[in-house]
């Protein structure tokens, strides 16, 4: 089963900034089968990105994917007040375990 | 508008059983796979099952493995995940989505397996 690391576990950083947030899979993530997700408290999951780089309907610019292989990256280039949440990244290429990882919190430092 | 709504979770004794469902609208539904994701309290997400649009392919997490049945019924939009045996680790918010990757989720619905 691939595993998947992210890191940092929590990133703190002021509005306005740029976050940089990892994911890194154990063997590769086949097709780019890679998907990002923002989870605010009391809420369920919103996509983000799939296919490792595709934003999904309705997401702002700001936010990208990128990477491919073993080494994928959300990029926020402008945090904005509304961003500060958990971000997970999930593989789903192949057959499953449709593995999560962790989750990142980025925090209002 | 898409909307799923998960329905039937609640409190339950360890070893016991419940079925949760989930009504899916404002879709076709039969031309999506659709999962099941949990997530403890204070915890990550964790997926746990999936099933393909016409149910030829189904697949669970090894923790769930022979105690929890995901099945669906196209004709009523439904999907539906039969949990057996459960365990105090089981507790957790279940999450219906539609995917992968999972572009719509359902609000959640808390299973809580305590004595």
């Known amino acids: 089963d691939i595993v998947l690391t992210q890191s940092p576990g929590t990133l703190s950083l002021s509005p306005g900034a740029r976050a940089t947030l990892s994911c890194r899979a154990s063997q590769s993530v086949s097709s780019s089968y890679l998907a990002w997700y923002q989870q605010k408290p009391g809420q369920a999951p919103r996509l983000l990105i799939y296919?490792?780089?595709s934003r999904a309907t309705g997401i702002p610019d700001r936010f990208s994917g990128s990477g491919s292989g073993t080494d994928f990256s959300l990029t926020i280039s402008r945090l904005e007040p509304e961003d500060f949440a958990v971000y997970y990244c999930q593989q789903y290429g192949g057959s499953p375990p449709f593995t999560f990882g962790q989750g990142t919190k980025l925090e209002i430092k | 508008e898409v909307q799923l709504v998960e329905s039937g979770g609640g409190l339950v004794q360890p070893g016991g059983s419940l079925r949760l469902s989930c009504a899916a609208s404002?879709?076709?539904?039969?031309?999506?796979?659709m999962n099941w994701v949990r997530q403890a309290p204070g915890k990550g997400l964790e997926w746990v099952s999936s099933?393909?649009?016409?149910?030829?392919?189904?697949y669970y997490a090894d923790s769930v493995k022979g105690r929890f049945t995901i099945s669906r019924d196209n004709a009523k939009n439904s999907l539906f995940l039969q949990m057996n045996s459960l365990r105090v680790e089981d507790t957790a918010v279940y999450y219906c989505a539609r995917g992968p990757p999972n572009d719509f989720w359902g609000q959640g619905i808390l299973v809580t397996v305590s004595s």
């Open positions: 404002g879709f076709t539904f039969s031309s999506y796979s």
């Open positions: 296919g490792a780089s």
């Open positions: 099933i393909s649009s016409s149910s030829n392919y189904i």
